[in-house]
């Protein structure tokens, strides 16, 4: 167990919807990271939020947003979902303090099929 | 542009020794990260790199040559269990703190 937590494990839903996805990060951990998963491809950085900030953003479409609360929990947007949206999206969190020896801890994930 | 390279797929016997190679390219580096994958979980943090070398955790070890921008993760005495995905992943660029991972090594373990 990473001590980093997801809601919900499993989400459906159809095309056009919207759903938010929620991550708590470890006790003490500042850094809160998003990531896709899709079968054939790897972990797909989508966007980084440190102590409440947005500090990374990968390749993250703009139908997507994501923030970090003051208590530090974040929540991932996902809006007007498309067939190819399903994936798994991991959370991860880290001390976000020194950069290079920051490591990532990943949440379990949110299973994301869109039908 | 980052580019991190894995082979796709291998297999070993229980018991054994495999290494997984990984070479990067990358536009900086500071420091490389493996990962163990098992399907449908969560990616679990192995090993972290910044200086060349060897570095050894139990039956893990991991080595670096930024040089050569090589890396490989060395299992021995593989178990059952050990049959997973291997991530690779590189720090780069100064004052960033996005992971690029590699897509992966899926290893299979057989009797």
């Known amino acids: 167990d990473s001590g980093v937590t997801q809601t919900p494990k499993h989400l459906i839903t159809a095309t056009g919807q919207r759903v938010t996805l929620r991550c708590s990060p470890r006790?003490?951990?500042?850094?809160v990271y998003w990531y896709q998963q899709s079968l054939d491809q790897g972990l797909q950085f989508l966007i980084q939020?440190?102590?409440?900030?947005?500090?990374a953003k990968g390749n993250i479409l703009e139908r997507f947003s994501a923030q970090q609360f003051p208590d530090l929990h974040s929540e991932l947007n996902l809006s007007s979902l498309e067939l190819g949206d399903s994936a798994l999206y991991f959370c991860?969190?880290?001390?976000?303090?020194?950069?290079?020896?920051?490591?990532?801890?990943f949440g379990p994930g949110t299973r994301l099929t869109v039908l | 542009g980052q580019n991190i390279d894995q082979p796709t797929e291998m297999t070993a016997t229980e018991g054994a020794i495999v290494q997984i190679n990984c070479t990067y390219q990358?536009?900086?580096?500071?420091?490389l990260f493996w990962y163990q994958q098992h399907a449908g979980e969560a990616p679990t943090f192995l090993s972290y790199?910044?200086?060349?070398g060897l570095e050894e955790k139990g039956r893990f070890s991991s080595f670096l040559s930024r040089s050569k921008g090589y890396s490989y993760l060395l299992l021995k005495e593989l178990q059952m269990k050990d049959s997973a995905s291997y991530l690779c992943?590189?720090?780069?660029?100064?004052?960033?703190?996005?992971?690029?991972f590699g897509k992966g090594t899926k290893l299979s373990v057989i009797p």
């Open positions: 991860a969190s880290s001390a976000g303090t020194s950069g290079v020896s920051d490591t990532q801890y």
């Open positions: 006790s003490g951990d500042l850094s």
């Open positions: 939020y440190y102590n409440g900030e947005e500090r």
């Open positions: 990358t536009s900086g580096f500071n420091g």
């Open positions: 790199n910044v200086l060349d």
């Open positions: 992943a590189v720090y780069s660029g100064a004052g960033s703190y996005q992971l690029t």
